[in-house]
């Protein structure tokens, strides 16, 4: 018996807040680089899919974890001005039963280069305490899930999924064979696919195809648009040519785009062509949840 859909999009996934600093280019290792003014915005790969989704104008939900410190209550004022329900999100308040100890609100230094490219490094703090909000993943159309949160938690949350599974394999790590077979779209870019192939070169097509997910892979391959593989055929998608000033968050972007294009019943190329345009608007823009464009704004 299916369950009641209360969502058209539930993310599970990390919350953080973003530390975004302008570089001439990436440093190099021991090197000490003077940059631009810092800028503090909300991010997270959850919590932007979350946003873009909400954007685009789907019934979004979304389970993380956040400190109870100053930045926590920042990033829940964010996604609650987006109508996003945080039901499924953990406060982890020091001194609580659920956390004796301070946990701090996961943190992303994000360094932009004056091609729009970014460095990142995450801090995870309290999205290692994710917990899955089994009813609420499992009442989703579409489940959308990352990997800055435990494995555990992905794998969870994929299991109890009864809509589309969307998986974006970032950051790269290994994924179980499991998890693969339960996946409905896998959306990797080109290196992370590499990884999941266990190889540093090879076909990309062939490598997709090989991976064992249920569904297509669609390979986003930055300004030269993306890949999508299928079980008998692939296709290339171009890029829109605009001028990038922070790619950040295009890869998010693109994944509640794809997924809010495939729940209105397009094929996967449709919806990636649709992800395709979306993620073009956000790297013209600077920061993560900032950059994200509305339904209203895309035409």
């Given at each position: 018996?299916?369950?009641?859909?209360?969502?058209?999009?539930?993310?599970?996934?990390?919350?953080?807040?973003?530390?975004?600093?302008d570089?001439p280019?990436?440093?190099?290792?021991?090197?000490?680089?003077?940059?631009?003014?810092?800028?503090?915005?909300?991010g997270?790969?959850?919590g932007?899919?979350?946003?873009?989704?909400?954007?685009?104008g789907r019934r979004?939900?979304?389970?993380?974890?956040?400190?109870?410190?100053?930045?926590?209550q920042?990033?829940?004022?964010l996604?609650?001005a987006?109508?996003?329900?945080?039901?499924?999100?953990?406060?982890l308040?020091?001194g609580?039963?659920?956390s004796?100890?301070?946990v701090p609100?996961?943190?992303?230094?994000?360094?932009?280069?004056?091609?729009?490219?970014?460095?990142?490094?995450?801090?995870?703090?309290?999205?290692?305490?994710?917990e899955?909000?089994?009813?609420?993943?499992?009442s989703?159309?579409?489940?959308?899930?990352?990997?800055?949160?435990?494995?555990?938690?992905?794998?969870?949350?994929?299991?109890?999924?009864?809509?589309?599974?969307?998986l974006?394999?970032?950051?790269?790590?290994?994924?179980?064979?499991?998890l693969?077979?339960?996946?409905?779209l896998?959306?990797?870019?080109?290196?992370?696919l590499l990884?999941?192939?266990?190889?540093?070169?090879?076909?990309?097509?062939?490598?997709?195809?090989?991976?064992?997910?249920?569904?297509?892979v669609?390979?986003t391959?930055?300004?030269?648009g993306?890949?999508v593989?299928?079980?008998?055929?692939?296709?290339?998608?171009?890029?829109?040519?605009?001028?990038?000033?922070?790619a950040?968050?295009?890869?998010?972007?693109?994944?509640?785009?794809?997924?809010?294009?495939?729940?209105?019943?397009?094929?996967?190329v449709?919806?990636?062509?649709?992800?395709?345009?979306?993620?073009?608007?956000t790297?013209?823009?600077?920061?993560?949840m900032?950059?994200?464009?509305?339904?209203?704004?895309l035409?």
């Amino acid at each position: 018996m299916s369950l009641r859909t209360s969502f058209d999009v539930v993310v599970c996934g990390s919350l953080n807040v973003d530390v975004t600093v302008d570089v001439p280019r990436a440093p190099e290792g021991g090197q000490t680089m003077l940059g631009g003014d810092a800028r503090r915005s909300g991010g997270g790969k959850g919590g932007n899919q979350a946003v873009a989704a909400a954007r685009l104008g789907r019934r979004t939900a979304m389970v993380g974890a956040v400190g109870g410190d100053g930045d926590g209550q920042f990033l829940l004022d964010l996604l609650r001005a987006e109508d996003i329900d945080l039901s499924g999100v953990r406060r982890l308040e020091a001194g609580t039963r659920e956390s004796p100890e301070s946990v701090p609100t996961g943190q992303a230094f994000v360094f932009v280069d004056t091609e729009g490219d970014s460095t990142i490094v995450v801090s995870p703090g309290a999205n290692d305490h994710v917990e899955v909000a089994r009813e609420l993943v499992a009442s989703a159309r579409c489940v959308l899930l990352q990997q800055e949160v435990p494995s555990a938690v992905v794998e969870e949350a994929a299991s109890v999924a009864n809509g589309l599974v969307v998986l974006n394999p970032a950051p790269a790590r290994p994924v179980s064979a499991s998890l693969l077979a339960g996946v409905d779209l896998l959306v990797p870019n080109r290196g992370e696919l590499l990884g999941l192939a266990g190889t540093d070169r090879g076909d990309l097509v062939q490598l997709a195809q090989k991976l064992g997910t249920r569904g297509p892979v669609v390979v986003t391959l930055g300004s030269l648009g993306c890949l999508v593989v299928e079980e008998s055929r692939s296709t290339r998608v171009p890029a829109e040519q605009v001028k990038a000033v922070d790619a950040t968050a295009a890869g998010d972007s693109f994944c509640a785009a794809i997924a809010d294009a495939m729940l209105d019943g397009a094929d996967v190329v449709e919806a990636a062509r649709w992800a395709t345009r979306v993620a073009a608007v956000t790297v013209t823009r600077p920061g993560a949840m900032a950059s994200l464009p509305t339904r209203a704004e895309l035409g």
